[in-house]
C-alpha cells in the first residue's frame, strides 16, 4: 500500500494550494481517505477526511470553509484544494488511508500514510 502526497510549496497568506493524494491501485477506492498536518513542534492534527465514495467529508474547525477536500477513485487520487491560506496553516501535509469506509479524525483510525508534502505560508 502507497500514498504519495505533493503539491506543496512556498505561498504568501491570502493564496492558494492543491494538494494531491496518489493512491496504489490495491487500496483506497473503498476507504476514507484522510489529510493531516505537523507543524514545527507541535503534534500532528486531523484537516479533513473524505468518505470512500467522495459523498461525505469533514474538516477541523480552523479550516472550514478554506479547504476542500474530494477524490476521484477512478485517478486513485485524493484533493486537498486550500484556499485563502494563513501562517499557521505551515506544516508538513500528510494523506492517510483509513482502516474502513468510516471517516474518522483519529490518526489511530488510518492505516496507511504518504511521506508528507511541505506547505509554508509566509510574506
Known amino acids: 500500500v502507497q500514498l504519495q502526497a505533493s503539491g506543496g510549496g512556498l505561498v504568501r497568506p491570502g493564496e492558494s494550494l492543491k494538494l494531491t493524494c496518489t493512491t496504489s491501485?490495491?487500496?483506497?477506492?473503498?476507504?476514507?481517505i484522510g489529510w493531516f498536518r505537523r507543524a514545527p513542534g507541535r503534534e500532528r492534527e486531523f484537516v479533513a477526511s473524505?468518505?470512500?465514495?467522495?459523498?461525505?467529508?469533514f474538516y477541523t474547525d480552523s479550516v472550514q470553509g478554506r479547504f476542500t477536500i474530494s477524490r476521484d477513485n477512478a485517478k486513485n487520487t485524493v484533493y486537498l484544494q486550500m484556499n485563502g491560506l494563513k501562517s499557521e496553516d505551515t506544516a508538513v501535509y500528510y494523506c492517510?488511508?483509513?482502516?474502513?469506509?468510516?471517516?474518522?479524525?483519529?490518526?489511530?483510525?488510518?492505516?496507511?500514510w504518504g511521506q508528507g508534502t511541505q506547505v509554508t505560508v509566509s510574506s
Open positions: 492517510a488511508q483509513g482502516r474502513g469506509s468510516t471517516m474518522s479524525r483519529r490518526s489511530a483510525d488510518y492505516a496507511y
Open positions: 491501485r490495491r487500496t483506497a477506492s473503498n476507504n476514507a
Open positions: 473524505i468518505s470512500w465514495r467522495g459523498m461525505t467529508s
